[in-house]
C-alpha cells in the first residue's frame, strides 16, 4: 500500500498537501503528514481511507492494494492467504478465483466463489442489460442448488468435471 500510493501519487504530479485538499474535498480528511506516514508505513490505513484515496488518486482500490504486476513469477503477500503469484491475487481481488484452489474440486470451487462474490450481473454469462438483475438472480440460486447437489455427492462431482474436460 505505502509504495503504490507514493508511485501513484508522484505518476498523478500530486504533492501530499494536494493529495491531503482532495482527500478532504472528498469528505476524509487525512493532513499531508498522515500521508507521508502512510508512505512511510508509519501508519495503518483503514477501508474509507482506502476508499477515498482511490477516488482521489482515480484509481481502482486494487490498485493501491496490489503491486503494478501480474507476472506469476512474482508473489505477493497476502494478509491470513500467505504468499500468492501476483496473477492469482490481482484475480482473486478482482473476484474472478479464490486465493487458494485445490484441484480435486477446481471447477466448482472457482464457480461458488463467482456466486458469492460477484452481483449477479457480473458473474461469467452475466448481463448489464436493465431487467437482467432478476433473471440473473434466478439462475444464480439454480447455479447454488446445483453446486451444493455436486459437493454433497463426490461421485456426481467428479462425473460433472470429467464430462467438461
Same mark, same amino acid.
Given at each position: 500500500?505505502?509504495?503504490?500510493?507514493?508511485?501513484?501519487?508522484?505518476?498523478?504530479?500530486?504533492?501530499?498537501? !494536494?493529495? /491531503?485538499?482532495?482527500?478532504?474535498?472528498?469528505?476524509?480528511?487525512?493532513?499531508?503528514?498522515?500521508?507521508?506516514?502512510?508512505? !512511510?508505513?508509519?501508519?495503518?490505513?483503514?477501508?474509507?481511507? %482506502?476508499?477515498?484515496?482511490?477516488?482521489? *488518486?482515480?484509481?481502482?482500490?486494487?490498485? *493501491? %492494494?496490489?503491486?503494478?504486476?501480474?507476472?506469476?513469477?512474482?508473489?505477493?503477500?497476502?494478509?491470513?492467504?500467505?504468499?500468492?503469484?501476483?496473477?492469482?491475487?490481482?484475480?482473486?481481488?478482482?473476484?474472478?478465483?479464490? *486465493?487458494? *484452489?485445490?484441484?480435486?474440486?477446481?471447477?466448482?470451487?472457482?464457480?461458488?466463489?463467482?456466486?458469492?462474490?460477484?452481483?449477479?450481473?457480473?458473474?461469467?454469462?452475466?448481463?448489464?442489460?436493465?431487467? /437482467?438483475?432478476?433473471?440473473?438472480?434466478?439462475?444464480?440460486?439454480?447455479?447454488?442448488?446445483?453446486?451444493?447437489? %455436486?459437493?454433497?455427492?463426490?461421485?456426481?462431482?467428479?462425473?460433472? %468435471?470429467?464430462?467438461?474436460?
Amino acid at each position: 500500500m505505502a509504495a503504490n500510493l507514493r508511485r501513484i501519487r508522484n505518476a498523478r504530479g500530486l504533492s501530499t498537501t !494536494k493529495l /491531503a485538499v482532495l482527500l478532504k474535498d472528498a469528505g476524509q480528511s487525512i493532513p499531508a503528514t498522515g500521508i507521508t506516514r502512510i508512505e !512511510k508505513g508509519e501508519r495503518r490505513v483503514d477501508v474509507d481511507d %482506502l476508499m477515498a484515496l482511490a477516488i482521489a *488518486l482515480g484509481v481502482s482500490p486494487s490498485a *493501491l %492494494l496490489l503491486p503494478p504486476t501480474d507476472s506469476p513469477e512474482q508473489t505477493v503477500d497476502i494478509t491470513g492467504g500467505g504468499s500468492v503469484p501476483s496473477d492469482t491475487a490481482w484475480a482473486w481481488l478482482d473476484g474472478t478465483r479464490p *486465493l487458494r *484452489l485445490s484441484e480435486s474440486n477446481a471447477y466448482a470451487a472457482t464457480l461458488e466463489y463467482a456466486l458469492y462474490s460477484r452481483p449477479p450481473w457480473m458473474r461469467p454469462g452475466g448481463s448489464h442489460i436493465a431487467g /437482467a438483475h432478476t433473471q440473473q438472480a434466478t439462475v444464480a440460486t439454480q447455479l447454488a442448488n446445483v453446486i451444493s447437489a %455436486l459437493v454433497a455427492d463426490p461421485e456426481a462431482l467428479q462425473k460433472f %468435471l470429467d464430462e467438461r474436460k
